[in-house]
């Protein structure tokens, strides 16, 4: 009788995968900031298509209000042509400050487990903390599990991931951004994580990272958006436009353009939100003995397009008085003197960071990945610190004048080998004086 009955049982489970119902059940849990201070944005997939697209949620685990979005379908480029249906709901009129438990799926097909998150405080002054780093693969995700622990300690108010996920997200029919999202989920579920575009998301125009993410404004697909937290104004942007020119120069105009304008109407709010930090996957500077762009004096995200030389952006965020430019694509960790036009211009000899008088730059791609390290060759004269180190970075934005950057390494069991404060009684456009 056991027998007969665990053969039955055996026979519904069989049904249910046939028929789908397990491949409409939500993974790939991850929220963002909304354009709105009060609302937040969730995602997840599905593998077959559901047509439910919910969210319950409330403030303690009883969940006591839902709302529902949109379901669309994502074929990846590869040679299956292999469909995700993506879901994506906005959470509005949320409390500031406060803490929400949800879940996402549907009645019919079922229900993700229940996760939480807490909104952006009220105003501006409370300091927002964030983790940041750039280069976190599906494979040898070295910083994963420090990031998790932390997440569940309450640690950071958002993740800024700087370009590269999985290696690669196409892989596989996409199966390996499948599995990338599934590991992040652990942070993702639980933190608005905050991306740009590295350029290992190139295959198919970008169009695993363009679907599979949701950030707020912008030009819609995640390429280039802006958002504050606290007193601070992050703008991410692609570097990649320079280096793939194959799918249209004209997007390098455009996101210029939209950075121009973005950068005018943050400074116009300086006396809110003083600090604006971009993120941008491939750095002006870099170090390291691999030939990157980086290396090069004249590399094209710094100084603009081959012969044309325009719309290179050091001189846009110079002009515009940007106080910490955050990179990765090198796997390795370097922090830089305040610099421009490769002339070091440190506040001062004893205090380099207190009043720069141009931009702090911090390469951060360490996080983890199967292509492991790239090494350094020797420093240049605007380099301040090299580390090899896996590992990942955190940023808090105290107040109007302190911002605090140091650096964790996995390898060193989750010691702090790197640490600064930026210091900046005023802030604003035309401040710097680097020449």
Known sequence: ????????????????????????????????????????VVNWVTLLQSNDSYVEYGTDKNLGMWTNGTECVFVDGGTEHRKLYIHKVVLNN???????WYHVGSPKFGWSPLFWFTTRKLGTNWPARFAVYGDLGAANAKSLARLQEETEKGHFDAIL????????????????????????????????????????????????????FSMPGGDGQNMFY??????????????????????????????????????????????????????????????????????NNESMVRTGL??????GL???????????????????????????????????FEQPYTNPQAPVHVVTGSAGCGEVHDHFGPPREWTAVQWEDFGYSRLTVYNSTHLHFEQV????GGKVIDSIDVIKQKHGAGLFSCH
Request: hydrophobic share 35%.
């Open 1 to 40: 009788m056991r027998l007969n009955k665990m053969a039955n049982v055996y026979v519904i489970l069989s049904v249910l995968f046939i028929s789908g119902v397990f491949a409409q059940y939500p993974e790939q849990i991850h929220l963002s900031y909304g354009q709105d201070l009060s609302q937040m």
């Open 94 to 100: 949320l409390l500031p400050n406060q803490h929400y």
């Open 161 to 212: 991931h700087v370009g590269d996920f999985a290696y690669n997200m196409d892989t596989n029919q996409a199966k390996v951004g499948d599995l990338f999202m599934k590991e992040i989920e652990s942070i993702a579920a639980y933190l608005p994580y905050m991306t740009c575009v590295g350029n290992h998301e190139g295959a198919y125009n970008f169009s695993n990272y363009a679907k599979r």
């Open 226 to 295: 802006s958002f504050d937290v606290g007193k601070a104004h992050i703008i991410a942007f692609s570097t990649e436009f320079y280096y793939f020119p194959q799918y249209g120069l004209m997007q390098v105009i455009n996101q210029y353009n939209w950075l121009k304008q973005d950068l005018e109407k943050a400074n116009k709010n300086r006396e809110k939100v003083p600090w604006i930090i971009t993120m941008g996957h491939r750095p002006m500077y870099c170090s390291n003995n691999d030939h990157d762009d980086c290396t």
């Open 314 to 348: 050091e001189d846009l965020f110079y002009k515009y008085g940007v106080d910490l430019e955050i990179w990765a694509h090198e796997h390795s960790y370097e922090r830089l003197w305040p610099v421009y036009n490769r002339k070091v211009c440190n506040g001062s």
């Open 409 to 412: 390494s996995d390898d060193k």
């Open 306 to 311: 081959p012969i044309l030389e325009e719309y």
